[in-house]
Nanobody, 128 residues
Framework: QVQLVESGGGLVQPGGSLRLSCAAS????????IGWFRQAPGKEREAVSC????????YYANSVKGRFTISSDNAENTMYLQMNNLKPEDTAVYYC?????????????????????WGQGTQVTVSS
């Protein structure tokens, strides 16, 4: 059974850093494409970053490029999102997801309909 569990969220001041973790079970993390999404209050959920294990590349939303880094540890079967220079607009619930039926690419990774398993989310609040 595919399961994803996020952790690492919290309250941080602007300019600070956090590292989110997504522990996967029921499948090898490197067998599917995996990604991070977020949903801010009153807004739709949006894509943040993705690891395409199929194509061996990573994708980032323009709003986080240069500040966030996605990575994975196959031995731990865990995906990470290192978030630096956090801004108040990064405040959101962060979700990890995987797609088991579709191989994403640069034009599809940010479209949520292709992602079929989701974690429960972890809250990130950036505030002074």
């Amino acid at each position: 059974q595919v399961q994803l569990v996020e952790s690492g969220g919290g309250l941080v001041q602007p300019g600070g850093s956090l590292r989110l973790s997504c522990a996967a079970s029921g499948f090898p993390l490197n067998s599917y494409d995996i990604g991070w999404f977020r949903q801010a209050p009153g807004k739709e959920r949006e894509a943040v970053s993705c690891i395409s294990n199929t194509h061996g590349t990573t994708y980032y939303a323009n709003s986080v490029k240069g500040r966030f880094t996605i990575s994975s540890d196959n031995a731990e079967n865990t995906m990470y999102l290192q978030m630096n220079n956090l801004k108040p607009e990064d405040t959101a619930v962060y979700y990890c997801a995987t797609t088991t039926d579709f191989v994403v690419d640069g034009t599809t990774w940010y479209q949520q309909q292709f992602w079929d398993y989701w974690g429960q989310g972890t809250q990130v609040t950036v505030s002074s």
